[in-house]
């Protein structure tokens, strides 16, 4: 997260005509901006909810201070022992993050585990479930790493295929998700394990098709038309994975960004099953829009453009 208190300021009147929410402060690592308390207690004085996606490394150091500010908190964490751990991020501060989680657990805003799953550390998956308990975590989720998007979470290049599962690997895979499904079976329904068995299984046929053994997993996904990522440089895309309009900036009003013609255009596009992204995505999502007020809504939409009477 390096946008700036400032930026964030700008940004208020637009998220409070859109009707958002909640707000996630991802990064990079929010927690070394120098200006993140200011941040997450300017829009928790607005009435949202304030949510914080960490690596984990600066959390135990922090921790007071992020539950006091904070309504929720995901740790990535990618290895269970510090060896995977290193492997994985190129750091040695395994130890580190796990004391970050008891301590925001200590605090009393328990942590959620998501794990990027990958070839270095799929054998590990009931590892994970062991220590999201042993951590006093919420939740533990689990994600394929994804290679099939370079633009993934504003990569500017390709993730190695050195990173997925190989054909030898999916039988293990699939071994380790039987033996998960009998050991979990209490954790996956509390939602401890946050999802069902099928879905993990989504993962094992994300993998066969990366090795070109089967079509990628069917997407569902809406989350264009009740979301929108804002990245450090103002620019406004419709999700994590796909880049938004060049030309669109929520320097200029973020309302406006959404609403223009060209990211209307796009998330249409989206919507249809045009944008090949969305074909092999990891990290679908589906809310009922019953359930939720878009802010695509032709109806909001039209009152934005109307001249106030």
């Not at 009435?47 to 990535?76: E, P």
């Not at 999916?170 to 946050?194: H, K, N, V, W």
């Amino acid at each position: 997260m390096d946008l700036s208190l400032d930026t964030v300021t700008r940004l208020l009147p637009d998220l409070a005509d859109l009707g958002t929410e909640v707000v996630l402060l991802s990064g990079g690592e929010p927690l070394l901006n120098p200006q993140w308390p200011l941040i997450a207690e300017l829009l928790r004085s607005r009435g949202l909810q304030v949510w914080l996606l960490t690596s984990g490394v600066s959390l135990a150091k922090h921790a007071t201070r992020v539950a006091d500010l904070f309504d929720s908190v995901t740790v990535s964490l990618d290895g269970t022992n510090p060896a995977t751990y290193a492997a994985i991020r190129g750091l040695d501060a395994f130890d580190k993050v796990c004391e970050g989680i008891r301590a925001s657990a200590a605090q009393g805003l328990a942590p959620g585990l998501r794990v990027t799953v990958q070839k270095a550390n799929y054998r590990e998956l009931p590892a994970f479930v062991e220590l999201a308990k042993e951590l006093g975590a919420r939740q533990v989720s689990f994600l394929a790493v994804d290679v099939a998007n370079p633009h993934a979470f504003a990569r500017t290049s390709a993730a190695s295929n050195e990173l997925a599962l190989g054909s030898d690997d999916l039988p293990r895979l699939q071994d380790c998700l039987t033996a998960m499904e009998s050991l979990y079976a209490a954790d996956f329904r509390s939602g401890f394990i946050a999802e069902t068995p099928r879905k993990l299984r989504l993962i094992q046929q994300y993998f066969a098709a990366v090795n070109g053994l089967g079509p990628f997993p069917s997407v569902r996904c809406n989350a264009p038309e009740f979301s929108a990522v804002v990245n450090a440089t103002g620019q406004v895309q419709p999700c994590f994975f796909i880049s938004g309009p060049p030309n669109l900036s929520s320097n200029e009003g973020l309302a406006r960004a959404l609403d223009a013609d060209a990211m209307r255009e796009l998330r249409s596009a989206i919507a249809d099953g045009e944008r090949h992204e969305c074909k092999t995505c990891v990290c679908s999502m589906w809310r009922d829009p019953a359930v939720f007020r878009s802010f695509l809504t032709p109806s909001a939409a039209q009152a934005r453009r109307s001249p106030p009477v």
